[in-house]
């Protein structure tokens, strides 16, 4: 099923576009249905992460929420949930919303609050080019393993196999790859939860380390050295935890 998701602030041109939706579904007599209509970020998410995994989501977002969580940040953490849904921001600034077809969340379409007929139409085509990933069955396919970074207005998106380490220092969690140090928030247990969703291969060596098992090149006493000739710190009470995973890999 094509599961549709509609952020929208403006109450009457929400009611509208959804309307619209109804119309371009039963005229192209589609299997889909609007499972969130409102303005509320936080409903939003929480009816996304209660929604149907096997389905394909194509989501209808303003970029001005009146919110402390814009669209596009909202858009982030739709990343970080679905990565093949397809994102149509929706904005009454068309300047501004050329600057989103350049994030690395990769919208679909945008659309501008002006002319109801060239709404119409972009609505059917998002509408069409999301159902046949259903139909062709998109929404099967296996989620990459990545991790998001919003920067700015960029999402900076990280394989989860190109990370060597993360760790926290004066409150901030540090995410080490080939490309560089990134800087995010959160707390080791927070990280470890989420890389644990999506990889089996990190492992919390140290109270301030994480590590990735398979950029291990020797474990020595008290320290663990990374194949990128870097080391970190090995808990004495974790090398035998760790020393029998890398056994099993």
């Known amino acids: ?54 389905s394909t989501n194509l989501f209808f977002m303003d970029i001005d929420l009146e919110d402390e969580i814009d669209g596009i940040s909202l858009s982030c953490e739709i990343r970080n949930i679905d990565y093949n849904g397809n994102i149509v921001f929706i904005t009454g600034h068309e300047e501004f919303a050329k ?47 990545f991790f998001s970074i919003k920067n700015g207005y960029n999402v900076i998106r990280i394989p989860l196999s190109d990370i060597y380490f993360i760790e926290t220092l004066n409150r901030k969690l540090y995410l080490y790859t080939d490309k560089g140090r990134y800087e995010l928030n959160g707390t080791i247990a927070e990280m470890e939860e989420k890389l644990n969703k999506d990889a089996d291969y990190f492992f919390v060596c140290h109270r301030a380390y994480i590590v990735n098992i398979n950029k291990i090149k020797e474990v020595g006493k008290g320290i663990i050295y990374l194949v990128n000739n870097v080391d970190v710190p090995l808990s004495r009470l974790k090398a035998v935890e760790l020393k029998r995973r890398l056994m099993r890999r």
């Open 1 to 54: 099923m094509l599961q549709i998701f509609i952020v929208e602030n403006d109450d009457n041109f929400r009611d509208v576009l959804s309307k619209t939706i109804e119309q371009i579904k039963i005229k192209n007599d589609m299997k889909a249905d609007i499972v969130f209509s409102g303005k509320d970020p936080r409903e939003f998410l929480q009816k996304l992460k209660q929604s149907k995994e096997h």
């Open 99 to 145: 600057k989103t077809l350049q994030l690395n969340i990769k919208p679909l379409d945008y659309v501008v609050k002006e002319n109801m007929e060239e709404i119409r139409k972009s609505v059917e085509k998002a509408m069409n080019i999301s159902y046949n990933e259903y139909l062709d069955g998109k929404y099967l396919k296996e989620k990459p393993a």
